[in-house]
Structure formats: structure tokens, C-alpha cells
């Protein structure tokens, strides 16, 4: 990228790259400084990234553009039956579709249903995914209380399925930049429950669409699940919110409609080039 970026811009072309959220250090942050000063337009997907990256690499905003992600619609009708992940008609089901790595906040989800077990009767915690700590999470789930409650499913290819089956989406991360598991569980209908970090605010209005609640903090966390599986019409109509709000904001169709935007205006600027012998 860096070195196709610096050919470019001797000669007026503009390069589109889409920035990372990454809060990575050393070296690879070093490569994506470069390489984003390399090029004449940067592409973020959230407003909240785009005034880290500019911070940190003091890139003029008037260089930027933010395009969040988008998602299609997926038919509930494909939802994974209950009673193969383990639960009955009549459990609430939390679905947490996550690499198992420390950053996803798996621990504190645990820590959270810890505080309180009895709150958590008549629930369901998936957790979709693999990773690092798999082992770790699975033997810290063998024994009551978490073994009646927790399900770790490992890697699945029927993750929205599962999600169109649950009854609430929750993301405890530590970091994020903006999430496809809220947009997909918010298209779904779903009340989501993630951490107030990167871009989900972006996505998540708190009380309205779902509820935002602080990272690294259990007693938060298990304070709004149990607030949604109190109140199942309230949590219904968080669902509808999200929905609603996910269909003019968040679909595939308009994410893809902006990139071709900023490509056209890309492409006018290689009209006037003049022909580079090779």
C-alpha cells in the first residue's frame, strides 16, 4: 500500500484507503502512519476513529471520509432451532458472537452472571466464536453457576442464524471501531447491549436502540441484561427501534453506494492524467 500510494501521489492520483481501528504499537502502527499519509483520501467507519487517527497521525480531517459499515437483511425464518443450542421455549438468550480473545470482554460477561446467578435463571449465554481463549473460557464454565447458564458453541457457520434465534445481542468489548455483530443483531430486530467504546455510540443510542453501558465493568453489564430479560416487551421494542434505525442507516446497499461515490470522485482524478510509459 505504502509504496503504490507514493507512486500515486507524484503524479495527482488519488489512492483511496480504508484506515484501521487498530490501537496497535510499534512497528505496525508505524507501516499504517505511512501508509496513511501516503495516500490523498482515508475512509473510516466511524466519526470516533477518524479523530483518533487524526490525533495520532495529524491527518487533516479535509483528507477524510466516514463510511459506516453496512449489513443485508437476514430472515428470521433461518433461526437456529432453541432447543439445539440447549435452551428452552421460554429462556431468554443472550448471543455474544465474538473472536474469543481478551478484548472481546468475555471475562466480564462471566464476572457479571457471577455477581448475581439467581438473576440469571431462566437465561442463555451463547458464545459463538474461536480463539485464544477457548480452553480457558470453557474450563472456567465447567462448574454451577455458569455451566447452567453458559453455552460456548466454538466456530459456527450459522452465526446470524443463531443471533435470529436469540433474544438479545450483548458485546462487552474492551475496544472496537464500529462493529458488524450490533448492525447485523440491530437489523434482526434485537436489542443489543454493548460497550460504550470506539464508534458503537454511533450505531447504539442508549435507551432508545439498545444500551450502551461502560467497558471493564461486570456490575454495568449484568445491570442492563437483567433489565432486558425483566422487561421482554420493553427489551421487544428496543428490537423494533433498532431495526427501524438499521434499515435507513446501516444497510449494505447504502455503504456500497458511498464507496462508489468516493471511487467516481477518485477516478476523476486519474481523467487528468497523462499516459506514464511503463
Not at 495529524?58 to 432447543?83: K, M
Not at 464454565?141 to 436469540?166: E, H, K, N, W, Y
Not at 474492551?174 to 450505531?203: C, F, H, Q, Y
Request: a positive charge.
Amino acid at each position: 500500500v505504502l509504496g503504490a500510494g507514493v507512486w500515486a501521489r507524484r503524479r495527482s492520483l488519488s489512492i483511496i484507503r480504508i484506515a484501521p481501528g487498530r490501537d496497535g504499537l510499534g512497528l505496525e502502527r508505524l507501516l499504517d502512519m505511512l501508509a496513511l499519509w501516503s495516500c490523498s483520501t482515508a475512509i473510516h467507519v466511524s466519526f470516533k476513529m477518524r479523530e483518533e487517527w487524526g490525533r495520532r497521525c495529524f491527518f487533516p480531517r479535509s483528507r477524510t471520509r466516514v463510511i459506516h459499515n453496512g449489513v443485508r437483511e437476514h430472515s428470521l425464518a433461518a433461526a437456529t432451532p432453541r432447543a439445539s443450542l440447549g435452551a428452552a421455549d421460554s429462556d431468554f438468550i443472550f448471543c455474544l458472537a465474538a473472536g474469543l480473545s481478551a478484548g472481546k470482554g468475555h471475562d466480564y460477561l462471566l464476572d457479571a452472571i457471577r455477581l448475581s446467578p439467581q438473576d440469571f435463571q431462566g437465561s442463555k449465554v451463547l458464545f459463538c466464536g474461536s480463539g485464544p481463549m477457548f480452553a480457558e473460557l470453557q474450563r472456567q464454565c465447567q462448574t454451577p453457576p455458569l455451566s447452567d447458564i453458559v453455552r460456548i458453541l466454538g466456530f459456527r457457520t450459522d452465526v446470524l442464524d443463531i443471533m435470529a434465534a436469540s433474544d438479545g445481542i450483548v458485546l462487552p468489548s474492551l475496544s472496537e471501531n464500529l462493529s458488524r455483530v450490533v448492525l447485523e443483531g440491530m437489523m434482526l430486530g434485537k436489542p443489543v447491549i454493548a460497550t460504550d467504546v470506539g464508534g458503537l455510540s454511533e450505531a447504539v443510542i442508549n435507551e432508545e436502540n439498545g444500551l450502551l453501558v461502560p467497558p471493564r465493568s461486570p456490575t454495568a453489564l449484568r445491570d442492563a441484561m437483567v433489565r432486558v430479560m425483566r422487561d421482554r416487551e420493553w427489551a421487544r421494542q428496543l428490537g423494533r427501534r433498532a431495526r427501524q434505525d438499521a434499515l435507513q442507516r446501516v444497510t449494505h446497499q447504502r455503504m456500497i453506494a458511498e464507496y462508489v461515490q468516493v471511487f467516481f470522485e477518485a477516478a476523476s482524478d486519474v481523467a487528468r492524467l497523462k499516459p506514464v510509459r511503463l
